[in-house]
């Protein structure tokens, strides 16, 4: 794997400019009316053992951001780097050494494991592809993980269903360290737990991530668990980025309106602050027909004249904290 | 008060725990799907029929005896005799053979080609599935007794050619089932998750995709075995299926329906009685396969 090991200064993951248009096809010759632009040019990359956490509302393109980063989907443009290498345009089989390196947790803990198989079997199955070992050594660094994850070995025989939904994803994180990845996507990993069970699977992950050095691509719309996992913040509206800065910066100094009316959202756990809120008004507007220039304009509160004609472009405001906003 | 005094080892076994030979586990299994077991009985003795009817057959089934004509069901035919002075018994005892042959021979080979159709459309869509799927609906158009007809026409007269025949319309209905389970499933996160490990899109269609279709597939075989059945039975009375004097319960129901039902009517009651119990018995034992092969309905 000699080609795979580069330089380590190089991000573990670096997207630019990525784009995901997914046509709109209709009638019986599937002629394409139209494009839904999912993602439209987004860029970021990911450090070692760091983690970006990547916010928006429904609908907003992260989670295909994190599929099309992971090349589950093909992208329309753009560039993915793991470790330096452009993977960009590389085929199924060149692609296969890259997988190793980055893995991806998901949402849903009911539909991401194969019902037909055992635990044991799903958590071995990316070791068998990967001609990782003999059986019994595939066998035994199974038991491994599974103790790692906190599942007991006795339980490998046991199918999915007979799991609760925070076992359940403790299988899926087993799967995708089972390769020893450098960069696991999580695409709200947690959204679909207790909360109380949310917060031991956020802390399982914190803790594999010191141990392994791993970095976390870690999609969510839930900003308390961002704010607790995160060292770097992205936030996302209609398939772009708009702002982006370390966590500290990005919760306290908010600059884009669309930031700050998600801060005013979200509860503080004290009565007694009052907080002046900021509530959005009306829908996010359909990527099929993005607004023409600000993509906010149509729901911010200070948009002037010029938002809705000139694109505003990322700008640093200093210590890696950019924003796209004319008014900032 | 005294302590209730559990007995763990027998509250495990009352459960279904410690299952731990094939027999405890098959008669647990008995236990559990009662109406399954009745159904493997049946279709055990189905079995069991057409593989030793040489030896369980009281009298050769194609010997006629013109002595003996439509004889009632006494001590020399326990079944009665038909037109021709055969044996019933004998021939219900041999048309097992018939039976199972076309039903197990026609529904596996229309589930084979079905299932490659279906998983290859649904997985590669594309203009394979638009070509296959077109041809699909015209075959779908036709009613599955008119496809077996013109088949059986176009084949001539023989067990292979009465298999492939009813076969064919089968495999439609095994595609259009398997496409689209392949649809919903290729779309599932845990199809993602193997294509995220880097595994092969043979693999994951073969190992991900096919196993999660198989439950409704067991039920349409299972149901195809009943309905192949009474299908062979319509092409023989046809003069297209299983030629003379091959005995096949179909024609044997049929050719003496109209004629002897009064004045012979253990001609058409045994036979009857006997595609009865195999189409029962065989949708018996598929209702309780598709229980047991899906782990989800396991408790």
């Known amino acids: 794997m000699a080609e795979v090991e580069t330089a380590s200064e190089a991000p573990v993951l670096e997207v630019e400019d990525l784009k995901k248009h997914f046509p709109i096809q209709s009638g019986m010759l599937k002629r394409t009316i139209g494009h839904v632009y999912a993602v439209d040019g987004v860029s970021f990359s990911v450090g070692r053992g760091k983690t970006l956490g990547l916010v928006g509302e429904s609908g907003c393109g992260k989670s295909t951001v994190g599929r099309t980063a992971m090349r589950l989907l093909e992208p329309t443009d753009g560039k993915i780097k793991v470790s330096g290498t452009d993977v960009t345009n590389l085929s199924k089989t060149e692609l296969r050494p890259y997988r190793r390196q980055m893995q991806i947790i998901f949402q849903d803990p009911f539909s991401s494991l194969n019902p037909r198989m055992t635990a044991g079997e799903i958590v071995k199955e990316p070791l068998y592809i990967h001609n990782i070992g003999d059986d019994a050594e595939r066998e035994e660094m199974t038991k491994a993980l599974f103790d790692r994850v906190g599942l007991r070995q006795s339980q490998m025989q046991n199918y999915p269903h007979q799991f609760s939904g925070g076992q359940r994803q403790r299988i899926g994180i087993a799967r995708a360290l089972a390769l020893n990845p450098s960069l696991i996507v999580g695409d709200e990993p947690v959204s679909a737990l207790d909360v109380s069970i949310q917060a031991q699977v956020i802390n399982l992950m914190m803790d594999l991530q010191e141990e392994r050095d791993m970095a976390y691509l870690f999609i969510a719309h839930d900003l308390a668990v961002v704010e607790h996992i995160s060292d770097e913040v992205a936030v996302m509206y209609l398939g772009r980025i708009v702002e982006k800065a370390d966590k500290k910066t990005l919760f306290t100094n908010p600059l884009h309106p669309y930031t700050e009316a998600l801060l005013s959202a979200a509860p503080i756990p004290d009565p007694t602050i009052r907080r002046e809120k900021k509530i959005l008004q009306g829908d996010v507007p359909s990527p099929i027909n993005p607004p023409k220039g600000c993509h906010f304009h149509t729901r911010c509160p200070y948009a002037e004249e010029r938002c809705k004609v000139e694109e505003p472009v990322l700008q640093n405001k200093g210590n890696g904290h950019i924003v796209a906003c004319h008014l900032r | ?299």
Not at chain 2, 78 to 88: H, I, Q, T, Y
Not at chain 2, 277 to 292: C, K, Q, S
């Open chain 2, 1 to 299: 008060m005294a302590k209730p005094v559990i007995d763990h080892a027998a509250e495990l076994a009352k459960a279904g725990a410690g299952v731990d030979s094939r027999l405890s586990k098959a008669w647990f299994l008995a236990k559990s799907y009662p109406l399954g077991a009745i159904g493997l009985l049946l279709f055990l003795a189905l079995v069991f029929c057409g593989v030793f009817a040489e030896w369980i057959a009281p009298m050769d089934p194609v010997k006629t005896n013109a002595a003996t004509s439509l004889a009632a069901p006494g001590a020399l035919h326990a079944l009665g005799a038909d037109m021709m002075g055969r044996d019933m018994l004998s021939r219900i005892i041999h048309g097992a053979r018939i039976s199972l042959a076309v039903g197990i021979g026609s529904t596996i080979l229309g589930c084979f080609f079905g299932v490659v159709i279906g998983l290859a459309s649904g997985y590669l869509l594309g203009w394979f599935d638009l070509i296959t799927q077109r041809i699909i609906d015209v075959m779908q158009a036709l009613p599955l007794l008119v496809m077996a007809l013109v088949m059986a026409a176009a084949l001539g007269p023989s067990l292979e050619n009465t298999i492939i025949a009813i076969s064919i319309p089968l495999v439609p209905h095994v595609a259009r089932v398997i496409r689209s389970n392949t649809l919903s499933l290729r779309e599932m996160p845990f199809v993602e998750a193997a294509k995220a490990i880097g595994m092969s899109e043979t693999r994951i269609a073969l190992k991900h995709v096919l196993p999660n279709t198989l439950a409704p597939l067991i039920v349409l075989a299972t149901a195809q075995l009943g309905s192949a059945i009474l299908t062979e039975a319509s092409l023989s009375f046809l003069g297209l299926g299983i030629p003379e004097p091959h005995p096949s319960w179909g024609r044997m129901l049929s050719e003496s329906a109209a004629e002897y039902v009064r004045t012979a009517p253990w001609l058409v009651i045994f036979p009857g009685i006997a595609i009865s119990f195999a189409v029962f018995g065989a949708n018996l034992l598929g209702d309780a396969v598709r229980d047991i092969l899906d782990p989800r309905q396991r408790s």
